[in-house]
């Protein structure tokens, strides 16, 4: 049995509205064993990294692949970067294929 579990205060995930073209630049997306980085597609990005070692993006995001299975990482985030933005990643997988599918009825 995990600690957290008794704690009182839970998570809960809020909506809020963002343009995806704002949040992409500065986003770590965390699968399971390490991080990579929305903006320039680096696969070698650490959970504790603050920003790409690769273009020097700052990460003020993050989205879980599979949030479920990291929720003790959540927590700790939540600590130590209490300024870090957890962002739902299917909220953000999608929001990425409609301004995909925008763009290219634009072209
Ligand atoms: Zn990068």
Redesign the pocket.
Known sequence: MLQYEFMSEKLMRVYKKYDVSQIKPHLMIYGDLNGS??????LN?KFTDIQ??????IFKYIAFRNPKNHIPKIYKLMEEKPDMLIIDYDDYHKALGDQKAKSIFND
């Open positions: 980085c929305a903006n320039c597609n680096n990005v790409c070692p690769e273009c020097k993006s």
